[in-house]
């Protein structure tokens, strides 16, 4: 009897002290956990770097920062950290605001005059702080930098005087990159330097950020760089190319490594000081960690009624964790996902960056850490990703089975395709050019070439064109987009449907200009008449621009757009058609316009 006691006593001692172990190791297991979430989300490769006070107490990676090569994933890869940049930028406004030089409640023209809005009210009334906290009324407008992308900060800056509100100010949080460039364009211009300039001096040099950058020209240059993936037809990992964001730089360009994005979030955790030095003021970090606006409703999950609210800070969401004050971050860039998270009262951090595009992945390894290391009841958020996944793909499998289409057939376009050939421009957004390749019509656009499948009437659907495959035709069309004509049977304009919230937005068209010589357009040259004593004249400014001139008129002038014909430059939807014989004489010149066509004969 007391052998067997003995046994059963050091099995109770073994299991203690098993038990206790595996208490006080909160990393036990991770790794496996973390195969299977690569596996199960067909990812390429993660990194995972997590903080406690002011030490990191555990970095790691997993998979493959270069999939084909096999070149594995560590904590000092680098990938692209997309709008988890957003802090960094809001907290040049709080150091600029240490030094008097800023204040958050003033508007925001008054330290960028460059800076319009839709409209004056606007002009004279959004602060620095609605837009650090996304309360603007503006929407996304996410296609304006994303489809027509520009590395000039002062472009896409203008472009915001033109992009219409979806909601009054201050009432609604809508989240916008836009605000984040013009806020980085602040600190450009009260600093004298680059937003670049700005984020390494400021933080990244005295948080020892060596490796941490701001363009895919340097994020190449490193030997321990991440490759951006997406997962193809739901189970290829398949390599998608960098996007270069520079010009948007402020609202999510840097890359960095889950190492150094550690020291970044220990900072935060720290009340700002970094090594017992201040980096950022603690009345700032206050203000950014705390809500500032109601970013969602937040309610409570049933089966996790612990993890509720959402509001958002300065670059920072807030909610509750489980009873645990969060705050964090995710980034989104082709390729590439991430998220920087902390627990202000817990002094816990975690950071999470994976080169999978809109992946799950940061959410999901963050919350596993987290369970653990708050001593929560671990919830298997992998398996519930899966079965969200699952039932959400059910869902949509139904709602194609019930999807009639709206398409009328036996429909053809109003016009040859040629004559819908032209440049198409939003000032709010930029300028696509339609183009005839064969027998088939295509957009160009800053962000590669789309190919428009007529749909119905002028009606066309929109499909982008792989520089490697070619043209994807099996998951449907993004958008279409319609093609409208003037009175006169002219195409005017196109209407895309960019912005949720707002009417599809007009492009209008400029014809393409035709290079013609100066000698070319001396036979325009002269007077035409109407009717007796009601003239046009036509003459030569410079070198190659014809103008046109109706008394009591301002004088117009002349795009060459195809043989004889010519485009008003200011005016839509009017143009100059001149009739010439079979000997080449100019002898009449027709004005075409909404109202009717108006045909002057030459004056010899």
Not at 158 to 165: A, L
Not at 200 to 213: Q, R, Y
Not at 495 to 510: A, C, I, N, V
């Amino acid at each position: 009897m007391r052998h067997v006691f003995t046994i059963l006593l050091l099995a109770m001692i073994t299991t203690s002290a098993f038990t206790q172990k595996k208490s006080t190791d909160p990393f036990a297991g991770l790794d496996t956990a973390f195969q299977r979430v690569l596996k199960d989300r067909k990812a390429a490769g993660f990194a995972v770097a997590v903080v406690s006070k002011n030490k990191v107490i555990y970095a790691k990676g997993f998979g493959y920062r270069d999939y084909e090569k096999k070149l594995p994933a560590t904590s000092n890869t680098l990938f692209a950290i997309g709008s988890c940049s957003k802090a960094f930028t809001s907290s040049l406004m709080g150091l600029l605001n240490k030094e008097d030089q800023l204040e958050y409640d003033k508007p925001a023209r008054e330290y960028l005059p460059a800076l319009h809005f839709f409209n004056k009210e606007l002009d004279n009334q959004i602060t620095v702080r609605d837009m650090m906290c996304h309360r603007t009324g503006l929407p996304r407008h996410d296609y304006s930098w994303y489809l027509f992308n520009t590395s000039s900060r002062d472009s896409l800056l203008q472009r915001i005087k033109y992009q219409e509100p979806t909601a009054p100010l201050r009432q609604t949080w809508q989240y916008n990159n836009f605000m984040f460039l013009a806020q980085g364009m602040i600190a450009e211009k009260l600093s004298g330097k680059s937003w670049e300039q700005n984020v390494k001096e400021k933080l990244f040099t005295p948080l020892g950020m060596t490796a941490s950058n701001f363009t895919i020209k340097d994020l190449q240059k490193s030997s321990d760089a991440a490759i951006g993936y997406i997962v193809h037809k739901d189970s290829v990992i398949k390599k998608t190319d960098y996007y270069n964001i520079d010009g948007m730089g402020p609202a999510g360009s840097i890359n960095s490594s889950v190492t150094e994005m550690a020291n970044w979030v220990i900072t935060w955790i720290n009340g700002g000081k970094f090594n017992g030095k201040e980096i950022l003021p603690a009345t700032y970090v206050t203000e950014a960690m705390s809500s500032q606006m109601i970013a969602r409703a937040g309610l409570p999950d049933k089966e996790i009624p612990d993890a509720h609210f959402g509001t958002y800070g300065f670059g920072w969401f807030m909610s509750s964790y489980r009873g645990h004050y969060r705050v964090e971050h995710g980034g989104n860039i082709d390729g590439f996902s991430a998220n920087t998270c902390f627990f202000p009262s817990d002094s816990i951090g975690i950071i999470v960056l994976s080169n999978q595009n809109a992946s799950g992945v940061p959410s999901i390894v963050r919350n596993m850490i987290a369970d653990r290391l708050l001593g929560l009841n671990r919830i298997d958020w992998n398996g519930r990703t899966n079965a969200s996944e699952a039932k959400a793909k059910a869902a949509q499998k139904d709602a194609d089975k019930n999807k009639t289409s709206n398409k009328k057939t036996g429909t053809k376009p109003s016009h040859d395709l040629k004559e819908y050939e032209g440049l198409y421009n939003h000032p709010g957004y930029g300028t696509v050019d339609a183009v005839l390749r064969k027998d088939s019509l295509f957009m160009i656009t800053p962000n590669g070439d789309v190919w428009l499948r007529h749909y119905h009437y002028d009606v066309f659907e929109t499909f982008g064109v792989d520089k490697k495959e070619g043209i994807d035709t099996t998951n449907g069309s993004s958008l279409n987009i319609q093609f409208h004509m003037s009175p006169t049977g002219e195409i005017t304009h196109i209407t895309m449907p960019l912005q949720p919230g707002l009417k599809d937005l007009e492009f209008t068209r400029k014809p393409k200009p035709k290079e013609v010589t100066k000698d070319e357009l001396e036979k325009y040259a002269g007077t035409y008449e109407f009717a007796p004593g009601a003239e046009a004249k036509f003459y030569i400014k410079g070198e190659k621009t014809l103008y046109a001139f109706i008394e009591g008129q301002p004088e117009y002038e002349l795009v060459p757009v195809e043989k004889n014909k010519f485009s008003l430059k200011v005016l839509t939807g009017y143009s100059v058609k001149f009739e010439e014989t079979e000997k080449g004489e100019i002898i009449s010149a027709s004005f075409i316009q909404p109202n009717g066509t108006f045909k002057a004969t030459r004056k010899k």
